[in-house]
């Protein structure tokens, strides 16, 4: 069955680095495109940016480029958030999510994984 | 790029019908037919419920219908049932190759 797994969330400070994983299983990993979606507390959903394929198709919100960066290890079936310069509204439970590509939707979702922004 | 707008909360009787709202513009919904509406229970992940604007996902139920008239999509849910209480969302693929999402809408069952 399709699985998506996120992992990585904790607290950190302002201003720090962190890195968020998504391990996907149960379908041919390669052809679909892999987003981050996030969540603050009570609130709504917000997608943060998107890894196809091809490595040099990624694309960002505008709230986080420049500081995230998102990129896919196909051999681990893996794709990674690394997220720098992080901000305290950026509190939230981050989830990966599946599209096919070219779809334009997303059909599965992981569990998600909480990164807290505090001092 | 700005989140759809959809109501922050929408409620009925059981049996009744009820509709969500989604507005956007003309660089993300009415660009693209590629709205769709998922469903979030507390502290879940959501769920897809609907996708290319009017399309079920098998298990869904035919309860759940949707549509787009111009930059406005629109997710109705029929014999409501209290299992439909949940947060529901809309989403839209937009021009600057970057996805959107409405703010949320509250859905209680009286």
């Known amino acids: 069955q399709v699985q998506l797994v996120e992992s990585g969330g904790v607290v950190v400070q302002p201003g720090g680095s962190l890195r968020l994983s998504c391990a996907a299983s149960?379908?041919?990993?390669?052809?679909?495109?892999i987003h981050w979606v996030r969540q603050a507390p009570g609130k709504g959903l917000e997608w943060v940016a998107l890894v196809a394929d091809d490595v040099n198709n990624r694309k960002y919100a505008d709230s986080v480029k420049g500081r995230f960066t998102i990129y896919r290890d196909n051999s681990k079936n893996t794709v990674y958030l690394q997220m720098n310069s992080l901000r305290t509204e950026e509190t939230s439970v981050y989830y990966c999510a599946r599209e096919r590509w070219g779809s334009l939707y997303f059909d599965y979702w992981g569990p998600g994984t909480l990164v807290t922004v505090s001092s | 790029q700005s989140a759809l707008t959809q109501p922050a909360s929408v409620s009925g009787s059981p049996g009744q019908s009820i509709t969500i709202s989604c507005a956007g513009t003309?660089?993300?919904?009415?660009?693209?037919?590629?709205v769709s509406w998922y469903q979030q229970y507390p502290g879940r992940a959501p769920q897809l419920l609907i996708y290319?604007?009017?399309q079920r996902p098998s298990g869904v139920s035919d309860r759940f219908s949707a549509s787009k008239s111009g930059n406005t999509a629109s997710l109705t849910i029929s014999g409501l049932r209290v299992e439909d209480e949940a947060e529901y969302y809309c989403?839209?693929?937009?021009?600057?190759?970057?996805?959107?999402f409405g703010g949320g809408t509250t859905v209680t069952v009286l």
């Open positions: 003309s660089s993300d919904i009415g660009h693209y037919d590629s």
């Open positions: 989403c839209s693929h937009a021009t600057t190759s970057t996805w959107v």
């Open positions: 149960g379908f041919t990993f390669s052809n679909f495109v």
């Open positions: 290319d604007v009017t």
